[in-house]
Every structure is written in C-alpha cells, then in structure tokens.
C-alpha cells in the first residue's frame, strides 16, 4: 500500500475527531481564531523538529519565487476557506457537515483536470453525478427544514469552503514536489499565525481565556494534537499521491463523523435518511476513484 494513502487515511479519521472535538470546544466558549492560532502555534515547533530528524540541510532548500507566491495564495485561500467552513459547521449538525463534505472531491476532480489536465475516467464522472444527487436530495430533503436561515447560510458556507479546501490541495502538491512537506507546514504556519493572531485581537477572543479550568485546557489541547497529525498528514497525502484521490480518501473520515455525531452528539433527527445519504456517498466516494 502506498504509503501517501496512509497518510490519507490518518488524515480522514483525524478530521472527523477534529469535527467532534472542535463542537466540544466550541461549547465551552473557544471560538474559531483561538483554535486556529493555537495549533498553528504548535505546529511550527514540530515541523522544524520533524525537519530535524530528516536531515534537511535548509529550510530553502530548492526554494524558488514563485514557490513562496504560492505559499501566500494557499495562505490566503486558507483563511478564506476557514472562515466559510467553521462558520458553516458552527450552524449545522455534525451529521450533515459529513454528508456535505463529500461534494468536495467533485472540485478537485474538476480543479485537477483544469489545472493539472488529469482526465477522470468515466466511472468517476457517474460517481459525480450520484454525489450531486445526493446533496441535492439532502438539501431539499433536510435542509429545507431549517429552523432559521442561518441554517441555510451554513450549508453553502460550509460546501463553499470545501472547495476552496480543494483549491489548495491542487497547490499543496505542487510546492510539495519543489519544498518537501515539512517545510511548507513550517512557513505555512509561521504566516497563518499572524494572520490569525490579529483577528483574535480584533474580536476579543483573548478575553474568553479567562475563567476556563484546566479540563477545558486539556480539552484544547487535545484538540490541537488531533488537529496538527491531521494537517500533516494531508499534506504528505496531497503530496505522494494524485490530488483527486488524496481528496477522496481524505474526505472518506464523513463516515466516522457520522458515526461520532450519533454516539456522543445524539444527533438521532431524520436518521434514515441520512444512512441512505451516507450510503449514497460513500459509493459515490468509491466510483471518483476506481
């Protein structure tokens, strides 16, 4: 087995722990811009520590212009694609985020013909099609019945930040071939750090530190460790492995979302349709990359 598929399996279950820990955070009052500048924070020790280990004699290593132009558009489209994403999985069930994030690898087949020209094959475009139903169906079936219509603006913030996650995975693997994976997650972190440091101070997250015991703490904690072996190893799956089958692998961890969300968030309403859903997508999921 190929070892960027591994990666791609770490990532798929860590996502969908992240999923069930970030609810858990959220409700003991952390927002979105302390979580992320928190495990970015820890992610630049440990990157540098893993590049260390490896033997990389530079950080520049094979580092040209242009491949620092992409970093700052990844990081910008990060950004982005954060706001959109956990704004989005704020406003609507777990379950339905799972079911929801499996329209993303429609992108990145899309994206991976546009820009790197890697033709799906047929049976991977019946697997688009049967995605696309099966949000459709779900939107109108489920969705429709939102109690208030931030609701609604989650759903679309949600998948649109998905793309935009797809977006990025096209880019990482291309500076992934000329920096390593390490040294990417290491300036990627560093920048994101700023950005994020300054929309914490701007929106009093600081403020909500005070108060929390040390459970909560751990509970952050935890939450960053899951969230820096997730972000790793995507980033070693974008970067060994073709990009539309890094994204559907990666995106295969809905199914434990699903299962997550109904054992400790009880979230039990429309119960049979969301198994037809998940069933739906997961064949979907498997036709996209046979």
Same mark, same amino acid.
């Given at each position: 087995m190929s070892i960027g598929i591994v990666y791609a399996l770490v990532a798929a279950i860590g996502y969908s722990f992240r999923s069930l820990l970030y609810k858990m955070v959220e409700r003991h009052g952390f927002d979105r811009n302390l979580?992320?500048?928190?495990?970015?924070?820890?992610?630049?020790?440990?990157?540098?520590?893993? +590049?260390?280990? !490896?033997?990389?004699?530079?950080?520049?290593?094979?580092?040209?212009?242009? #491949? /620092?132009?992409? @970093?700052? &558009? %990844?990081?910008?489209?990060?950004?982005?694609?954060?706001?959109?994403?956990?704004?989005?999985?704020?406003?609507?069930?777990?379950?339905?985020?799972?079911?929801?994030?499996?329209?993303?690898?429609?992108?990145? +087949?899309?994206? !991976?013909?546009?820009?790197?020209?890697?033709?799906?094959?047929?049976?991977? #475009? /019946?697997?688009? @099609?049967? &995605? %696309?139903?099966?949000?459709?169906?779900?939107?109108?079936?489920?969705?429709?019945?939102?109690?208030?219509?931030?609701?609604?603006?989650?759903?679309?913030?949600?998948?649109?930040?998905?793309?935009?996650?797809? +977006?990025?995975?096209t880019l990482i693997s291309q500076i992934y071939a000329v920096s390593g994976g390490m040294s990417f997650v290491f300036f990627f972190s560093l920048l994101t750090c700023g950005i994020y440091l300054v929309s914490s101070i701007k929106d009093g997250s600081f403020s909500k530190l005070k108060g929390k015991n040390v459970k909560q703490y751990l509970l952050l904690f935890t939450l960053n460790f899951v969230a820096i072996i997730s972000f790793f190893s995507n980033v070693e799956a974008f970067g060994t492995i073709l990009v539309p089958v890094a994204y559907a692998l990666t995106s295969f961890g809905f199914i434990f979302t699903f299962l997550l969300s109904y054992i400790f968030l009880g979230e039990r309403e429309n119960l049979i349709k969301k198994i037809i859903a998940t069933f739906g997508m997961l064949i979907g999921g498997f036709l996209t990359i046979s």
């Open positions: 979580f992320l500048l928190s495990y970015r924070i820890f992610s630049i020790p440990i990157s540098l520590f893993i +590049l260390k280990l !490896s033997d990389a004699q530079s950080l520049f290593l094979d580092f040209k212009s242009n #491949v /620092f132009s992409l @970093i700052i &558009i %990844v990081v910008l489209i990060s950004y982005i694609a954060d706001s959109l994403y956990f704004y989005g999985f704020s406003r609507i069930e777990m379950t339905l985020s799972s079911i929801f994030s499996r329209v993303a690898p429609v992108f990145s +087949l899309i994206v !991976s013909f546009l820009l790197l020209h890697e033709m799906p094959k047929s049976i991977a #475009v /019946f697997g688009i @099609i049967l &995605i %696309v139903a099966v949000s459709i169906w779900v939107a109108k079936s489920m969705v429709s019945k939102a109690k208030t219509q931030n609701e609604g603006r989650g759903v679309i913030a949600f998948i649109v930040g998905n793309m935009l996650y797809t +977006l990025n995975g």
